[in-house]
C-alpha cells in the first residue's frame, strides 16, 4: 500500500542534542512538507520541498535542517538552536505543480520529547 | 500574509445532530483551494473536503459541506447527523494555486456525545 511512514513515533532526546526525523514516501509524490503540531496553535509549516535537491523554508524553520536528496525522502533534524524543540511532528507529500487541488497526505506523526 | 481563522476552539454536539465549524481566511488571491481536515485522537490527519475557489457550487460529501462565501472570505464546515467517530480536531486549511504552501487555522475540537 502507498503511504507515508514516519518514524520512529516516539523519540526522546537530551538538550543540546541534534535528532533527525525520519520521512519516507512511496506515492511517487514531487512535494513534501514537514508541520509542527502544538496545542492551541494547529499546524505550522517548517520546511517544504517541490522537488529533488531543493526546500524552501516555511513559517518557522529556524533551529531546524532538512535534505532532499531523493525523492522518496525528507529527513528533519531538530538542532540545538531551537529553543522549543517539543512537539508533534507531522511530514506530509503531494503532487506538486501549478494549478493542483492534490490534497497533502499524512504521516502518523512523530512526537519528539526533549528534556 | 494569508492567514486562516477559526474562532470555535471547542465545539460539542448531541449524536444525530448538525454542527456547523467556522473558518475565515484572509488573502489577496483570487484563486486557491480550500480544506477541511479531520484529525481524531490516533493524531492521523484525514481529508473530509475540499472546494476550489472558482466553483460557487458548494462542496458535500455524504454528511458533511461546507458553505463557501467567497466575497465574505468564509469557509463553514456542517456535519450533518453527527456520529460518535466524528470526534476529533477539525481544522481548516487554505492554498494558492501557485505555492503548494497549505496553512492551517488553529483548529476546533469537536466532541459529539451520547
Known amino acids: 500500500d502507498g503511504g507515508i511512514t514516519q518514524s520512529p513515533k516516539y523519540l526522546f532526546r537530551k538538550e543540546g542534542q541534534n535528532v533527525t526525523l525520519s520521512c519516507e514516501q512511496n506515492?511517487?509524490?514531487?512535494?513534501m512538507y514537514w508541520y509542527r503540531q502544538d496545542p492551541g496553535q494547529g499546524l505550522r509549516l517548517i520546511y517544504y520541498?517541490?522537488?529533488?535537491?531543493?526546500?524552501q523554508k516555511g513559517d518557522i524553520a529556524e533551529g531546524y535542517s532538512v535534505s532532499r536528496e531523493k525523492k522518496e525522502s525528507f529527513p528533519l533534524t531538530v538542532t540545538s538552536a531551537q529553543k522549543n524543540p517539543t512537539a508533534f511532528y507531522l511530514c506530509?507529500?503531494?503532487?506538486?505543480?501549478?494549478?493542483?487541488?492534490?490534497?497533502?497526505?499524512f504521516g502518523n506523526g512523530t512526537r519528539l520529547t526533549v528534556t | 500574509a494569508q492567514t486562516v481563522t477559526q474562532s470555535q476552539p471547542e465545539m460539542s454536539v448531541q449524536e444525530a445532530e448538525t454542527v456547523t465549524l467556522s473558518c475565515t481566511y484572509d488573502?489577496?488571491?483570487?484563486?486557491?483551494?480550500l480544506f477541511w481536515y479531520k484529525q481524531p485522537p490516533s493524531r492521523q490527519m484525514i481529508l473530509v473536503i475540499r472546494q476550489e475557489a472558482y466553483k460557487q457550487q458548494n462542496a458535500t460529501e455524504n454528511r458533511f459541506s461546507v458553505n463557501f462565501q467567497k466575497a465574505a472570505k468564509s469557509f463553514s464546515l456542517k456535519i450533518s447527523d453527527s456520529q460518535l467517530g466524528d470526534t476529533a480536531m477539525y481544522f481548516c486549511a487554505f492554498m494558492t494555486y501557485n505555492t503548494d504552501k497549505l496553512i492551517f487555522g488553529t483548529g476546533t475540537r469537536l466532541q459529539v456525545f451520547p
Open positions: 520541498s517541490q522537488i529533488v535537491n531543493d526546500f
Open positions: 506515492l511517487n509524490h514531487d512535494a
Open positions: 506530509a507529500s503531494s503532487m506538486a505543480g501549478e494549478f493542483t487541488n492534490s490534497p497533502l497526505h
Open positions: 488573502t489577496s488571491e483570487n484563486n486557491y483551494y
